[in-house]
């Protein structure tokens, strides 16, 4: 039963994979519509621009309501009706932020840099070579083992929690970042996506390289990576994306604030939202910017690599 | 590709073959891989499933080394808990709101940037935008929004002359107003999932349909929804898994006061994860707490089973 949903999933995430190899994606692909444009009445068409565009500010308003409210003097803030613009800035919300209650958002950040990009780049080796093993290797009882790591993505994170921070307590690991770290440092889906990918790298190229006698491991960082990176990059965006944002597995292994990452220094204003707006805005914003910048640049990416992973966002 | 000429002849005069071979060769390549990261999955994955497993069936208490096997006690407390059975409730009444409006609005938002011609790629980018942000920060954000005097939304409503509302802070509107915040958030996925499955119905569908003289309406519901079930399907699965472990939007949102637990006003957004994370972490009643991470798990499993079912069916068109 298992199985056959994992095939489920496998099946749909092929399409995509095999399309990012052949450099256009579905989504790049319709450019079709042309037809339908001719057809369409002009006004239809600025009637559906218009109710887009009025989604698009429900979708954009809420972070320029932070970035006017992180700005605001404190009065401002209390004013009905709401100022639309800010009518004096002021910094202040945003000093406070280097010096809280409990920590400090400078710490958070770069703690959050070091751990992300860790996770990143180890994810990144183990799922390759992981990947290239599973698609391009030749050994007894692979296909078992392949489904074994799959059904692990079926399991949820609730099943493990508890028994994993038993773990780290043991390991002595609570308050430190291996606890962060070394777990995630293998991740099924990233083994399943770079398998699929490297399955589309012809095997004649490898043995090709072999003949020349090209060692494994130089084969490995000189055909398959490279000729990964599409693949690649997709898993790094996700990967980044998903670590910048956890949240409850710190939440747990974690209480020096020192150690914060931005979402659990953010977590808490959760309780004073309505007496230190000013602060929780710009704290927010100190995690919203840098991936809207890095977004603004590679969107095309972002989205690729988010609807691989299905619902995964 | 392009060596492929010259490969015979630097296999000869190359260097002389390895002892053992290319085989070997990549065997080492396949232990030095695999060992390493069997290890990683056995501790840091597979043992701590079994583990949980197990202590479901113990009352194992504050991290303590002893535990006594207790059989099925702790799924007996589950089923007469009336904290477990209103975050249930929530839960499945968190999902029943989420994803009928997940898939109707991200199906008709897909319809309508794939129709929007030339300004499609901007609205496809500021749809997605949310989906990449902190769900911490923009839980945050929402939680001034709602906020009941300062609020924009109330605000909003206040000056066009029309009665504000408590959102967070009212249980019949709490729950609500989260499941609003995460359409918000996660509706790029869907549009995006939607339009990926749009583009891949073959056009020749619509061309034969508009043949036979079918105007639109009926083209919609009997040639696209049909043919986008596989894309709906898996929408619908993952959503639900996702829903069902919801926690963060909660965590953030729905503690009203400054020290107030999360999953309040009075319980009304106390779902699974939240009750399960404070039984466990906060209680430290950790075989209870497993046994509603394998409650819920078993939950999801169901619904799997029944992906499987539906996809089945589809493939049969």
Known sequence: MTSRSTQAVAGHAVGPASALAGGRTPLAAAEEPALARRRRPAPTRYLLWLLLGLGSVAMIGPFYWMAITSLKPRQELLAFPPT????????????????????????????????????????????????YVFAKMDFPGRDRLFWVVLSMMMIPFTVSIIPSYALMSRLGWINTYWALIVPVAVNPFGIFLMRQFISSIPSDLLDAARIDGASEFGIFCRIVIPLSQAALAALAILTFIAQWDNFLWPLVVLNEPDLYTLPLGLAQFRGRVGTDVGATAAGSL??????????????????EGIALSGLKG | MAQVGTVPLRAVSGRPP?????????????????????LLFLVFWIYPVLNGLWGSFTDWRAFSPDRQFVGLRNYARLVNDSIF?????????????YLPLQIACGLGLALAIEASGKLKSFFRTVYFLPVVTSVIATSLIFKWLYQPTLGLFNQLLELAGLPTLGFLQSPSQALASIVFYTLWKSLGVTMVLFMAGLNGIDRSFYEAAKVDGGSRWPIFWQITVPLLRPTTILVLVTGIINTLQVFEPIFIMSSVGENSPPGGPANSTTVVAIYQWATAFEELDLGYGMAMGIALFAIILVVTLAQSRLLKQSWEY
């Open chain 1, 84 to 131: 639309w613009w800010p009518e004096a800035f002021t910094l202040d919300h945003w000093r406070s932020l280097n010096d809280l209650t409990t920590g400090s958002f400078p710490v958070f950040f770069r703690n959050s840099l070091f751990v992300t990009t860790s996770i990143t780049l180890l994810t990144l080796l183990t799922s390759a070579a992981a990947g």
């Open chain 1, 286 to 303: 100190v995690s919203v910017i840098p991936v809207l910048v890095v977004y603004a640049f590679a969107q095309r990416k972002f989205i």
């Open chain 2, 18 to 38: 390895r002892k053992g071979g290319r085989n070997a060769a990549q065997r080492r390549f396949v232990y030095a891989t695999l060992v390493p990261l069997a």
């Open chain 2, 85 to 97: 059975i209103t975050a249930l409730v929530n839960t499945l009444q968190f999902a029943a709101m």
